[in-house]
């Protein structure tokens, strides 16, 4: 069965980089996409971007693009979402979430991880 | 800037029906857009429910549905019960690789 397993919680300062790590199992892991998604506490979800994990290729939303980067590594079977240049408002949980494109080239998504709580602090 | 809409709030009786919506600023919803629909409880992590418009995901009961109702995207749940006591969001693919959120329905039975 699909698995996305992320990487633990993470407590950084203002200004700092924090990496989240989202491993998965149970499919072929290069013919998906992998999103990431953030949620800051009582907050709607806001898609930040996405890899495709068979080509590298990225999409970024403009709200995050200066700040963000994802990447894969093919041989771990894992998708790195690392934000850089922290602030308070990015104290949420993110979310990494499979995107198959099998239906319509668009990699929508089906499967999601369980979730990394990152805590920025002054 | 792309905004998706969303009821913030919708209430159901048990055993009702309730049907959400799903909006964009800029144009009609259509099933070009794919629209998705996830549900949430609350501390928890989300859950497909729908995607490409009206094709359920793997294991969600055929309470739930999705449609296109005139220029928005449609979530319909049947026979409304306890858990189904969640938030609610709609995602719209906007083909040029964006993805968009819509803010969200709190989903009160009762």
């Known amino acids: 069965q699909v698995q996305l397993v992320q990487s633990g919680a993470e407590v950084k300062k203002s200004g700092a980089s924090v990496k989240v790590s989202c491993e998965a199992s149970?499919?072929?892991?290069?013919?998906?996409?992998m999103h990431w998604v953030r949620q800051a506490p009582g907050q709607r979800l806001e898609w930040m971007g996405w890899?495709?994990?068979?080509?590298?290729?990225?999409k970024y939303s403009q709200k995050f693009q200066n700040r963000v980067t994802i990447t894969s590594d093919t041989s771990a079977r894992t998708t790195y979402m690392e934000l850089s240049s922290l602030r308070s408002e990015d104290t949420a949980v993110f979310f990494c979430?499979?995107?198959?494109?099998?239906?319509?080239?668009?990699?929508?998504?089906?499967?999601w991880g369980q979730g990394t709580l990152v805590t920025v602090s002054s | 800037q792309t905004v998706v809409t969303q009821e913030p709030s919708f209430s159901v009786s048990p055993g009702g029906t309730a049907t959400l919506t799903c909006g964009l600023s800029?144009?009609?919803?259509?099933?070009?857009?794919?629209p998705s629909w996830y549900q949430q409880i609350p501390g928890q992590a989300p859950r497909t429910l729908i995607y490409?418009?009206?094709t359920r995901s793997s294991g969600v009961p055929d309470r739930f549905s999705g449609s296109i109702l005139g220029n928005k995207a449609a979530l319909t749940i049947t026979g409304a019960q306890a858990d189904d006591e969640s938030d609610y969001y709609c995602v719209l693919y906007l083909g040029s690789g964006s993805v968009v959120f819509g803010g969200g329905t709190r989903l009160t039975v009762l």
């Open positions: 890899i495709n994990a068979g080509n590298g290729n990225t």
């Open positions: 490409s418009t009206n």
């Open positions: 979430a499979r995107g198959d494109p099998s239906r319509s080239g668009n990699f929508e998504i089906d499967y």
């Open positions: 149970g499919y072929t892991f290069t013919s998906y996409a």
């Open positions: 800029f144009d009609s919803v259509s099933t070009t857009y794919y």
